[in-house]
């Protein structure tokens, strides 16, 4: 039996990387619990991936509240009736703290953070400045990559909260002084159906989100070869994985963590 046409080389290069980014996980675990720690980068990571992109997960996060606000009303106006558009609260708090939020700071943070990690540890790959760390004694993956997933693993969350802030302070602004709809009622109303379980699944996400971007933004930065074009390539290719990992981990967070604590 030919042995290419039983594993197409695609399939065997996927396999491959699959398990090198597991492979490069189990290393960053390992490597996170020895001493020393990389003070310094980890603050200057923390400052690039959370305070950095506070501006564009503020404005993502504030329209993103505004547009689901206005189709809430609209559903709830066209389809319940007038005077229904108070309770479209929940639904819209819930869209936006479960799925929304999390996924979209998910998806912006990766198109500025990943692709910078892959550019810098990949100029670093083709410029042999990675060589060089092996040949001072030091390890690549604790002095590059531990930084970067912790940081990353902790400003998600962070910047999910605050996205989350954002997007009910603009979707209740709408609903409320926009659409007129009665303050008192949509406020209890939210109050009333919205459970700390909510925002916490909304965070459990961001936080695997953080690892995923990071991970792969380090393999693929790692993985560089071929000077500027390879660069460019590994940038590339990081995004678009490290987004569609998002994408697809989201469901399954959705599938199997509990809708409610409350049975």
Not at 130 to 144: F, Q, R, S, V, W
């Amino acid at each position: 039996m030919n042995q290419k046409k039983l594993f197409p080389k695609t399939y065997i290069k996927f396999f491959e990387g699959v398990g090198e980014v597991s492979f490069l996980l189990y290393q960053t675990f390992i490597n996170t619990f020895k001493k020393p720690w990389e003070k310094r980068i980890f603050i200057r990571q923390l400052e690039e991936i959370g305070v950095n992109s506070v501006p564009v997960v503020t404005l993502t996060a504030a329209f993103t509240g505004l547009v689901y606000a206005l189709w809430g009303y609209i559903g709830f106006h066209r389809y319940i009736g007038p005077g229904s558009e108070a309770y479209a609260g929940p639904v819209i708090a819930l869209g936006l703290v479960k799925e929304l939020i999390p996924v979209l700071v998910g998806l912006m943070v990766a198109g500025r953070i990943c692709s910078s990690i892959a550019a810098e540890i990949g100029s670093m790959k083709v410029t042999e400045q990675i060589d060089a760390l092996y040949t001072l004694g030091a390890e690549p993956i604790k002095y590059l990559v531990v930084p970067r997933t912790l940081a990353a693993f902790l400003m998600l969350p962070l910047l999910t909260v605050f996205g989350d802030a954002i997007a009910l302070l603009c979707s209740y602004g709408y609903m409320v002084y926009f659409m007129k709809v009665n303050k008192y009622l949509y406020y209890s109303i939210t109050l009333q159906y919205i459970e700390t379980w909510d925002i916490i699944t909304g965070l459990i996400k961001a936080s695997s989100f953080g690892i995923i971007i990071a991970i792969i933004g380090c393999y693929y930065g790692l993985k560089t070869e071929g000077g500027a074009q390879g660069v460019g390539k590994s940038t590339t290719n990081s995004v678009v994985v490290a987004s569609i990992l998002i994408l697809i981990v989201n469901f399954f967070w959705s599938k199997f963590l509990p809708s409610t604590l409350h049975q």
